[in-house]
């Protein structure tokens, strides 16, 4: 590649991350250098007439066709197929051999040297226009020499290196953390995508230039200043069954994750003689990786509940070694693939491993003498619930059974509203709390949160597929605020909101009433002492200390989450304090005030004033205190129904001074 078109390369896409990017990837200074080189080599350039960046982010994602269609290969997974292949298609000759990135192909388009757009795959024909994106990926020149004119094909990666910046934890793989940064309309960490180019199309004098052989494109888009997808060219079949059982080796040592091997004639007038069928040429093939697998029978199935309300079936095997592993369970998918496989149990099963990760039944191999069908569920094994199937955004049935009680709990739809409910967060309705949990994975209430850690992701999430509307920055600041405005909980209000049966903020506050300041600690709560009938019976819960005890140390996780999320839980006051203040006025401080102080710092003032600083809503309360007396929050709403009194932190601090 030319030290002008480099020059014009890196001030391009300098341009483009500065104008839409919000920061550049070089300093000023740095900036000011590339372009007097540039100068100097090439004065009367056209890229010194540019004002502002190339390309404008709004036109991201919108539709755009392909020049020439991008198709698909034909695929073999075993020696005896790619031999049957060979002989053939490949007229005995020379291979192309490439690695197979897992990651997202595209298509970028140059015309004078410059390039012009990026179309993401799409359907082949039509994709979306990730042009704006593209000038931050690694490994793809804004700017080529010698005028080039023409498309080039590539395969835009995560590698395992930036899948760790990411967030290699909560994303499943890096083809789909890397497929959702490629397609994001802010652009966000889009330069953390690397672009392997693997084909070329060029134009020279309107006319497409004849390539001979694959190896010389490779050496072209090399001369351009493209990153190339890792090749081998092998004389024959036996090299290159060679070459496909060294990369099998030593696959987990690359810098990113492929799925296969990409075979061509390294003939290119070969290959034109073989031509297409069906939309895949047939001098061409891609070997995907085999995955392991090995015989068992299918003893039972039992159903999961997915946290999105998904009724899971899955298949307990006779135990069986694949991969160095023994498996015993495996994933059916969901109910049309058992029926579509026609399982019953008895029957002798092949399992994979699907990814070389996850065990998969995918076909029977001998019907059993004494079969069992499998029926799927009509009421939910959890909570007895109506169960049907899920609608899709288009407002069709989906092959996923579900579970359609909301208060289900193996959802967490409904078990992060019960929280959100019980401590009154603002702004998370229905389509958004829905929305958390399909598109961010929220488990439980913890992840509530964690939700600051992930702002962008927040603002992206798409609350509404038809009009592809999205949570926008304005909402998420107030979530968020939401969120950090119930992190401090009283004891009380904590036990209460954790959805264990029979255990309400009312309930809990008059048990740490009655138990004398043995239960005003959260520990208190957790040692077991509720499993001490008489003392159970103290507190008022004489036939349920057991339950409870039970309820609290099955919610563990739960506590443990949401104290390492950093909510905080108030000590409950000495019962002798409240006893001292029985009848005097009280005060209920809610969420986070003008004022910036918290209601523990109030306590005292208060305490000294003769009022009462209590955590619930409740008949004899005297005052509830908000940021916004005027507010329609559910707490708002109860105390006006109780006339109780809604005043602002600066109408309380009139009430304390007052003699």
């Known amino acids: 590649m030319s030290r002008v078109a480099e020059l014009r390369s890196q001030i391009l896409k300098a341009k483009q991350a500065y104008y839409y990017g919000g920061t550049s990837p070089i300093s000023d200074a740095q900036y000011d250098s590339l372009e007097d080189e540039l100068r100097a080599l090439a004065p009367n350039d056209a890229i010194f007439s540019i004002v502002g960046a190339p390309i404008p982010p709004d036109a991201m994602l919108t539709k755009a066709p392909h020049r020439i269609k991008m198709g698909s290969q034909s695929k073999v997974n075993t020696i005896a197929e790619f031999e049957e292949w060979y002989e053939k298609s490949s007229a005995g000759g020379a291979l192309h051999m490439s690695l197979k990135g ?283 619930g109506d169960v049907g199937r899920r609608i899709t955004a288009n407002g069709e049935e989906g092959v996923v059974l579900e579970c359609q009680n909301e208060d289900c709990p193996k959802k967490s739809v409904g078990k992060i509203k019960r929280w959100i409910t019980s401590v009154d967060i603002q702004g998370i309705g229905d389509a958004v709390r829905a929305a958390l949990v399909l598109q961010l994975d929220l488990q439980d209430a913890a992840d509530l949160y964690r939700l600051h850690l992930i702002p962008q992701a927040l603002a992206e999430l798409v609350i509404n597929e038809e009009k592809d509307l999205r949570l926008g920055e304005k909402r998420t600041a107030t979530i968020l605020k939401g969120i950090e405005a119930r992190r401090e909980l009283g004891l009380a209000k904590f036990l209460g909101s954790l959805g264990i049966d029979r255990l309400g903020e009312r309930r809990a506050e008059l048990m740490i009433h009655s138990a004398g300041g043995k239960l005003s600690t959260l520990d208190s709560w957790r040692e077991g002492t509720l499993s001490d009938s008489s003392f159970a019976e103290s507190v008022g819960a004489p036939n349920t200390g057991s339950a409870l005890q039970a309820g609290i140390d099955g919610v563990s996780e739960l506590i443990e989450g949401l104290l390492a999320a950093g909510v905080v839980v108030i000590d409950a006051p000495p019962s002798g304090d409240a006893s001292e203040s029985d009848g005097a006025p009280s005060l209920c401080i809610s969420g986070k005030l003008p004022s910036g102080k918290k209601k523990n710092d109030y306590k005292q003032t208060l305490k000294d004033a003769g009022y009462r600083l209590v955590d619930q809503v409740n008949a004899d309360l005297s005052f509830l205190v908000l940021t916004d007396p005027d507010s329609r929050s559910a707490k708002a709403e109860k105390a006006r129904k109780l006339n109780i009194a809604v005043i602002s932190e600066e109408k309380m601090l009139e009430l304390v001074k007052k003699p």
Not at 239 to 248: M, P, T
Request: hydrophobic share 40%; with cysteine.
């Open 102 to 384: 897992d990651g997202a192909s595209a298509a970028a388009y140059y015309e004078a040297g410059e390039l012009i757009q990026v179309i993401s795959r799409g359907d082949g024909s039509i994709g979306e226009d990730i042009t704006a994106n593209a000038f931050k990926f690694k490994g793809l020149p804004a700017s080529v020499p010698d005028e080039f004119t023409g498309a080039i094909r590539m395969e835009v990666i995560l590698t395992v290196e930036d899948w760790g910046v990411v967030d290699s934890v909560r994303s499943k793989n890096p083809r789909n953390a890397g497929t959702g940064i490629m397609g994001r309309k802010n652009g966000v960490q889009s330069e953390l995508l690397t672009c392997f180019a693997f084909d070329i199309e060029e134009v020279r004098g309107g006319d497409s230039f004849p390539f001979l052989t694959e190896q010389q494109k490779c050496e072209r888009l090399r001369e351009l200043g493209c990153n190339v997808i890792q090749y081998e060219i092998c004389k024959d079949a036996a090299e290159a069954i060679g070459f496909y059982r060294s990369i099998v080796k030593t696959r987990d040592s690359l810098p990113f994750w492929i799925d296969g091997v990409v075979i061509k004639v390294n003939d290119l007038s070969v290959q034109n003689e073989l031509g297409i069928t069906a939309g895949r040429p047939k001098g061409q093939i891609a070997w995907k990786f085999d995955s392991a697998g090995a015989e068992s029978v299918l003893l039972s199935v039992s159903i999961s509940g997915g946290h999105t309300g998904a009724l899971i079936p899955n298949a307990q095997l006779k135990p069986v070694q694949i991969g160095g592993t023994t498996v015993s369970n495996a994933s059916l998918a969901n109910w049309d693939e058992v029926a579509r496989l026609d399982l019953a149990v008895g029957d002798a099963l092949w399992v994979i491993k699907a990814n070389d990760i996850i065990p998969k039944v995918i076909r029977v191999t001998k019907r059993g003498q004494e079969r069992t069908l499998i029926k799927p569920p009509r009421i939910c094994p959890f909570c007895d």
